[in-house]
């Protein structure tokens, strides 16, 4: 049996370990794009497990100069109008979650786009401690060694936008037949409307709910305007 002194240098070794693998795998995302995500392989793994019709999974990598200006101004109204400011984590939308949810109104969430991210990349959907704690340790690495361009850039590029349809240019193609820099911001404000479920809702079919919330959406990013997210650092 391992003494004391060996099963702590045993834990000293695999925390180091650990330390040095999340550095390593988002250190290169300042470069290289993701392959894949955790989000893309469950969805592979849950489709098998449940025989369901087999879905080609689309998603092409485009750089930021190549997606039009309006989308990621639609995402930060939509998702996270703190992005510019916050270090990975907003305190006060948390809070708001967890009385919205405490009241037992709908389930609502208090996540940053770098906490989506962090989840999209390495992790699994649900709501353990577990996982949150994951989200948080990713989160905290994302915002240190990627600048906030970077991390909008890459969410723009794995998020889901329909049914096996990641990132910005599969759903331009899919829903509007063009590429991401011909975009409009009626077209962004609709991608960016769908994202809290992607399965339900369309963006090329927009019921009621989605109509309202793109209204919405774009009334918040003429109220943000266009420099918010184009003065993002680098």
């Known amino acids: ?7 702590g240098r045993f834990l000293l070794w695999v925390l180091l370990g ?13 470069v290289l794009p993701p392959p894949t995500t955790a989000f893309m392989l469950v969805d592979r793994w849950e489709r098998l497990m449940a025989d369901r019709p087999r879905l080609e999974q689309r998603q092409h990598w485009v750089p930021w100069r190549q997606i039009h200006a309006s989308l990621p101004l639609a995402i930060v109204a939509a998702e996270d109008q703190k992005f510019p400011q916050h270090h990975g984590f907003d305190f006060s939308a948390l809070m708001a979650a967890f009385e ?6 709908s389930i609502r969430g208090g ?70 820099a011909h975009l409009s911001s009626r077209e962004s404000a609709l ?21 309202e919330r793109r209204y919405w959406i774009e ?16």
């Open 111 to 180: 996540s940053t786009i770098s906490q989506q991210l962090a989840k999209n990349l390495f992790l699994w959907s649900g709501r353990s401690y577990v996982r949150k704690g994951l989200e948080a340790w990713f989160t905290l690495w994302l915002e240190v060694l990627l600048s906030k361009q970077r991390i909008l850039e890459v969410y723009m590029n794995v998020v889901e936008f329909g049914d096996g349809i990641y990132g910005v240019d599969a759903a331009a193609s899919a829903f509007f037949h063009k590429t991401p």
């Open 1 to 7: 049996m391992l003494g004391a002194k060996s099963l």
């Open 219 to 234: 009334r918040q990013m003429r109220q943000l305007g266009p420099q918010y997210v184009a003065q993002l650092p680098e």
């Open 100 to 105: 919205n949810n405490e009241k037992g109104r």
């Open 18 to 30: 650990w330390v040095v693998l999340t550095v390593a795998s988002i250190a290169m995302l300042r």
């Open 191 to 211: 991608l960016a409307a769908v994202l809290p479920n992607p399965i339900r809702y369309r963006a090329d079919r927009p019921g009621g709910w989605v109509l």
